[in-house]
């Protein structure tokens, strides 16, 4: 559902669940990638990417499933406020 609505070139940032019921945040991460290739009528705004998680994340182990994503990419859902904006705003200045 979340690919049907999204619109290539309008997102600084998309926070995408780690784990979901119909598909994992990588592959939705992945199928907005390509829609975002394909809408060439858009201009190419590229989005940052933060993946949330109920669980403990082990960097290390991301790290070599998906180098492409560093340590500012995920984030806990049981963050104080303050600190998950500080975190928001980091990624998109």
Request: neutral net charge; aromatic residues 12%; proline residues 3%.
């Amino acid at each position: 559902m979340a690919e049907q609505n999204f619109k290539p070139g309008t997102y600084d940032l998309v926070l995408i669940g780690f784990s979901m019921s119909v598909v994992d945040g990588f592959d939705l991460y992945t199928k907005l990638q390509e829609i975002s290739k394909k809408g060439e009528n858009t201009p190419t705004k590229r989005f940052r990417i933060c993946f949330m998680t109920t669980s403990r994340i082990n960097y290390q182990a991301l790290a070599e499933i998906h180098p492409e994503f560093g340590e500012e990419c995920y984030v806990c859902k049981k963050v104080e406020k303050d600190v998950f904006l500080k975190h928001v705003y980091s990624l998109i200045s």
